[in-house]
């Protein structure tokens, strides 16, 4: 089975402009969660897409949403991007019926905001 | 709120070594999963090893095991006969039984000499 994959793998961005950043899940992974990584805050929680439907949301402003389509591809857009929006954005997707939601993540898209 | 803390930022082992990285946690929560993931240079996080909060016993993968000690809500990762292939960030993750979202500490970066 292929893995999680995110495109594109590097983007570079303006203030001001937006961006949409895509990931496709595993065959039969249903759940998507998106994460922003950075070295001043970690790794936190975005949001969560189950079955086309946000399940979850993480503590960020409204600049950043996301969706999700019925093969379960997602896809998080940020608008009027900031200096520190620049991070390391990581899809993960989770298998249906699995005990422990384990959460399998793809190689990730570094956005560079100048 | 769920809060993860790992106090050593860095931490460096001879190869085929053993080496121990701390992670404690804050939950008022009875029932969650833990997890260590690891992040090498790539970027892409790997799951190394988890834990069911219920279980008394210590997961084992290999040459990785955990330490969990529920009551002091710690959760330290073992790593026997270290290889250089086992360098990289390694995160500690608390996630509780029935949400999606992952709560990640601040990073371990684990360095292998020859």
């Known amino acids: 089975k292929a893995g999680v994959t995110q495109t594109p793998r590097y983007l570079i961005k303006t203030r001001g402009q937006q961006v949409t950043l895509s990931c496709s899940p595993i065959?039969?992974?249903?759940?998507v969660s998106w994460y922003q990584q950075t070295p001043g805050q970690g790794l936190q929680f975005l949001f969560e897409?189950?079955?086309?439907?946000?399940?979850n949301k993480g503590n960020f402003p409204g600049r950043f949403s996301g969706r999700q389509f019925s093969n379960s591809r997602s896809e998080m857009n940020v608008s009027t991007l900031e200096l520190g929006d620049s991070a390391l954005y990581l899809c993960?997707?989770?298998?249906?019926?699995?005990?422990?939601?384990?959460?399998?993540f793809g190689p990730g898209t570094r956005l560079t905001v100048l | 709120a769920q809060t993860v803390t790992q106090s050593q930022p860095e931490m460096s082992v001879q190869e085929a070594e053993t080496v121990t990285l701390s992670c404690t946690y804050d939950?008022?929560?009875?029932?969650?999963?833990l997890f260590w993931y690891k992040q090498p240079p790539s970027r892409q996080m790997i799951l190394v090893i988890r834990?069911?909060?219920?279980?008394?016993q210590n997961a084992t993968e290999n040459r990785f095991s955990v330490n969990f000690q529920k009551a002091a809500k710690s959760f330290s990762l073992k790593i026997s006969d270290s290889q250089l292939g086992d360098a990289a960030m390694y995160f500690c993750?608390?996630?509780?039984?029935?949400?999606?979202?992952?709560?990640f500490g601040e990073g371990t970066q684990l360095t292998v000499n020859p």
């Open positions: 939950t008022s929560e009875s029932d969650y999963y």
């Open positions: 993750a608390y996630k509780v039984v029935s949400g999606s979202r992952l709560t």
């Open positions: 065959s039969g992974h249903r759940s």
């Open positions: 897409y189950f079955s086309e439907t946000q399940r």
């Open positions: 993960a997707s989770t298998p249906r019926g699995s005990s422990y939601n384990e959460q399998f």
């Open positions: 834990q069911e909060a219920y279980k008394q």
